[in-house]
């Protein structure tokens, strides 16, 4: 049962030696450090290229944008697990990324996926003028399939959500507003006049549609959320650790919990 | 029973409202986006206060350098779960944080614990003429105990650690290169004088005796390592989803591991 | 914005008092520990039903299947994090777990769920006539989606999963084996008809049929895999402790994945 | 830089050939199913041993007593992720693993590993005469740490744990009750006169105590734990996805946490 190993592990990203060390193709203490800033080096590592100064602006302003979310599920889950293994920060945090699933940073991988689907990224330019029939065509799809469509609507920030014009600009000023970012508002105005209800386009709808302009493919934007994230937990367990909740949650939901089946309720 | 929810559940990181979006006293579309870049972002998020400049150079060159280290056990271990799991990205680079604790961080945030209780915060400026003696001293405590000195040594870049002069070059030219980049200088030559072999300050030590310099509590200081280390970790999964080592690995370690066992070795 | 909390936190999983501790009903100290093994406490948590014994004597033989599966990628991720974290043994098996996805517990619980969905519940014993046209359609189906039948076929186990038999033998003895296990075998006889190629039931493909035997909802299925699992992986940690073999895996793979880059493939 | 693969990637516990599947040296389909429960197929993958009936009907109990300890913060973790993530149950149980850290199953490790180096295993049987005196000793060695005797106290099970009684009835009934049970028992005796406080032995320390009897190194005692709330774990799972509180408890937290930022409070 000997195998030969075949030459099917291999890695494009880094390479050390004892006096170099390269990411990408560049030097990372002679091309990086002093040189680019953190949004601009985790574009080099996610897409291989180095980013041109518009790709840098948005770029940090999309991950900066899924930084911190407030007091979400995922913030509680890292401060509970903290509270739990203290001397394990790397864990709590990795607690708090486990559900970072299909309910929260679907909508943004939604987005852009219903975006590239309905205008793949090799024909867009060619089909400018359909963008209209192509939104109503998708809002009819997705309204079939009785689905909510993804990038529309938020709980709290109404009647708009204000980091969308904010994005929106942003890419216009930096050559980024084009085909996907126009499909996305016209899908998020026929959803409106089909629903009859206010469907403002929200912060993952925003990022979806400029995601497609810079041509990421679909399955990388869940990475983004992912990473960004990781940086607003690691705030969020600094703060535990000085003023901590997590005792006080706990003694609540367990008191909350069980008082019927002690008799209390 | 009952029991009075005592005022406990409190952060000062962020609120929303229907019309605005707060994280750290600044708002976020019209401070936040589009006028910072991300290491900006994370450093006013975990430490409450905006960069300066020169805070803003250094701490976007620190966490760099801490983003992407080869195929570390964490990136393995991030792309044996991916293979598993592809739907769950975020699940894989938990998976690969999980294990960024005391043998791979622990190193950085014991050079910044070392430092800092060799010569406390509060105490510092008072003390620069003891320097040498501080390192002395601190040098004989570590070998009493026996235990290797955290931030001195590297097994393979030798005989110096590249990205240590460009980070302590950095210090100096943004105002961060004070007693403590000197303590940890005096450290590695006394070690050295007194082991007889080569000891030079790795990047490790350099970033916890920068981080000194910012007055972090060590503590923190594996928090930077934890969020680079995601955005890291996203660009091994992007690449392993475009040409898997994991199913070859699996094979390799599964035949070799067990051929005693089935009589073939 | 004052809410009013609604009872909605709530769970009939446990109590305690200062004498008492209830677990389903069950006082742990006077009618669990001593009267009960661990699969059927774990019967107990799950379903909140005691198990007879039939029903522990095939849910112990269930889990148990699930237990060890040999060095798979989950078992070197949870290695690989373990020796960067040793002081965190539960954030080495939280890694491992991580990857217990669609590709590895996917195929017992897509048996499960096709089984159920084929033959509901409510409808068993009413339909029992239609086996063969039932497996007829269901492996129609699953060609026409071109997806892979789950719970048939083996990489290394050929012509038979030497684990089906036995378990099947025990879901006899057990009185555990009716319609869904007829089903189960009448698919694999029909996929094997119209592919023409050899395609044994799996160990996945008898646990999601006998799963559907004791009426099991098909979303459990993956949480016997995860438990099951979880003692598995502790069963690896304590052994890498003794005698790693992260650190050597490490290295070969460092070395292998970026020759290309160092120039030296 | 070539390397030649040194012989360290080798494991004892598993093997598969086609038509074989050996755990531990007994043949998974002949020697365990049918044969074993749960709790005995841990005990050998764990210890390489097979449980004497006396050592499984200790070890079972044992095991269970670790699954479910109510609304726990870990439970609460595994909740939240769950809601965002219900796709990776996995990565749910993952989530909640990782905070059974220091704080949690701290003490049952703890109260082994104080019992053990105070007798080491291979000493026991000799000094059994000593037993009051290194009761006096321990008690006198931690009070001068000032840091709290493992295993003793518990914030509601009071004037007794009820689990300890029964724990150490099982323990002397299997013939586990030896120097190591009336060690822990004479160090909580002891605990109480110096401090004037009742100090009962809890679960852990009774845990703690019996692992000893079992001759079990400190450091297996923590994987018991992590390997019993994995299956707690999917219980809470489950019942959060037919009545899930997560999102309640956001809300509420949510809304708690920042109203003084939002002028609220």
């Known amino acids: 049962m000997a195998r030969q190993p075949k030459p099917l592990v291999r890695s494009d990203i880094a390479y050390s030696t004892p006096d170099r060390i390269v990411v990408r193709g560049k030097s990372l203490p002679d091309e990086v450090l002093g040189h680019m800033n953190l949004g601009d080096f985790a574009y080099l590592q996610l897409t291989g290229k180095a980013a041109t100064p518009q790709q840098s602006a948005m770029f940090n302003a999309i991950v900066i944008t899924l930084v911190e979310h407030g007091m979400t599920p995922s913030a509680i889950a890292a401060r509970m697990t903290y509270a739990g293994a203290p001397e394990s920060l790397q864990a709590a945090v990795a607690a708090g990324l486990c559900g970072l699933g299909s309910v929260f940073v679907g909508s943004m991988e939604g987005a852009c ?44 920030h109404k009647p708009i959500d204000p980091r969308t014009p904010r994005l929106f600009e942003l890419a216009a000023q930096n050559g980024l507003s084009g085909d996907y970012v126009r499909l996305m508002q016209l899908i998020g105005a026929e959803a409106e006049r089909v629903s009859g209800k206010p469907l403002p386009i929200n912060a993952t709808g925003a990022i979806g549609a400029i995601c497609c302009e810079f041509g990421f493919p679909w399955r990388i934007v869940r990475g983004f959320g992912v990473m960004a994230r990781a940086i607003g937990l690691v705030g969020h367990l600094l703060e535990e650790g000085e003023r901590p909740m997590s005792f006080e949650l706990w003694q609540r939901v367990e008191d909350e919990a069980s008082a019927h089946l002690r008799g209390e309720a």
Do not use: F, K, Q
Request: charged share 30%; hydrophobic share 35%; with cysteine.
């Open 113 to 156: 996926r219903m975006l590239s689907e309905a205008l793949p990224y090799d024909t867009r330019g060619s089909r400018c003028d359909d963008l209209e029939e192509l939104a109503v065509d998708t809002v009819a799809e997705w309204r079939a399939r009785g689905t909510p469509i993804p990038g529309l609507g938020h709980p709290l």
